[in-house]
Structures are given as C-alpha cells and as structure tokens.
C-alpha cells in the first residue's frame, strides 16, 4: 500500500524555533493554510484513509485535509507522535545548540533515541497499513498519515543511508512523502531527482 506521510502545519512553537517534541501545541492560523495547502495537493487522489498522531497539531492537519475532500476523520495512531526530547523540550533552538551540540551528534538527556524512533516509525506505518487491510480497505487506496518533522526526517535517512535529508535540512511543515509499505519492506518514492 502506498502512505502518504505529511508534517503538520506550523506552530507558534515552530515560528519561535522552539523544541515541541511531544509536548502538545496547536496550530496557528499559518498550519492551517499550510494543512488546505497539502489537501489541494492531494486534489485528484482517490478516496483516501486518513490517520494521524494523537497530538492535536498533526490531528488538527489531518482533519483539515480530510475535511477538504470528504474523507473520514483521522484514526488515531499514537507511534506517529514527535520525538519525545527529554531535557530539551520547550527550549529554543539556539539554545539546544549551546547546551547539548550539533544536532547530529548530540545527546540530549532522557531524549528518545533515533534508533527508537526509526523501530518507532516503521512500527506506526505497519500499524496504518494493518488498520487499513483489518478495515476492507483495497490495497490501491491511497493511505495519508498525520505525523512530525523528526520521524518522518528519520525514516528518510534509516532508507537513503543518511542521504536524505541532508544534514541540517528539516522536513517543512505541511510537506508530503509518499512510501510503498508491504509486509518485508519499506520504500521511499522518491520525487524524480532526489535520489
């Protein structure tokens, strides 16, 4: 089945630079049109199965893309949740830097590691993939999941050896990645020139 992963729109949290991991905040007026934005690209698909981490900012982007095309509300999905970020959630980023060290290399106290996340994210999309097949949904139906920059960077790099994205490059709020989940595999579509 194809999943379609999409980062949340913009905070008020990620217009401050500020670490959200888990902690829950909402979108503000720009997530939503980022959130419209990424339903209009999606104009054209065929009837799709919306699911979404249980934090209101992804839930919240979900809803608004589902609405846009009359699809179901989102099924909750709580391992498409951000990163848990220990002792740097809330901080700003500059002051991330200051204390633990360049994002590659630091080790933040009682953060999730990214092994954990990559074992985490992947779990999550078997977990859509399982509701998806568990429900009578074909396997030709677009699936589109609601997750957070910091998974969906992590399940790019576990599939591209690092490649992508490049080091110091986010996932931009509202972008979509489309990935080919079977029961052995997971493949990253990649955009023509990505690779």
């Known amino acids: ?48 199965v919306m699911y979404s981490s249980d934090l209101s900012r992804a839930n919240e982007t979900a809803r608004i893309i589902a609405d846009a095309h009359g699809w179901n509300d989102p099924h909750v999905i709580p391992p498409l949740r951000e990163r848990f970020y220990g002792e740097a959630e809330g901080i700003l980023t500059s002051e991330f830097l200051d204390r633990f060290g360049p994002w590659p290399t630091a080790e933040v106290p009682g953060a999730e590691s990214k092994a954990d996340i990559r074992v985490r994210i992947v779990a999550a999309l078997r977990e859509v993939v399982a509701h998806a097949r568990a429900n009578g949904i074909s396997a030709d139906t677009r699936l589109v999941a609601v997750s957070h920059g910091a998974m969906i960077a992590e399940l790019l790099r576990a599939l591209t050896d690092g490649k992508h994205p490049a080091p110091g490059v986010g996932i931009a709020n509202g972008a979509a990645h489309d990935f080919h989940v079977t029961d052995d595999d997971i493949r990253w579509l990649a955009p023509v020139g990505a690779e």
């Open 1 to 48: 089945m194809i999943v379609t992963l999409i980062r949340h729109g913009q905070t008020d949290w990620n217009l401050a630079g500020r670490i959200q991991g888990s902690t829950d905040i909402p979108l503000n007026d720009t997530g939503r049109e980022q959130a419209r934005e990424a339903a209009r690209a999606l104009d054209g698909s065929a009837a799709t």
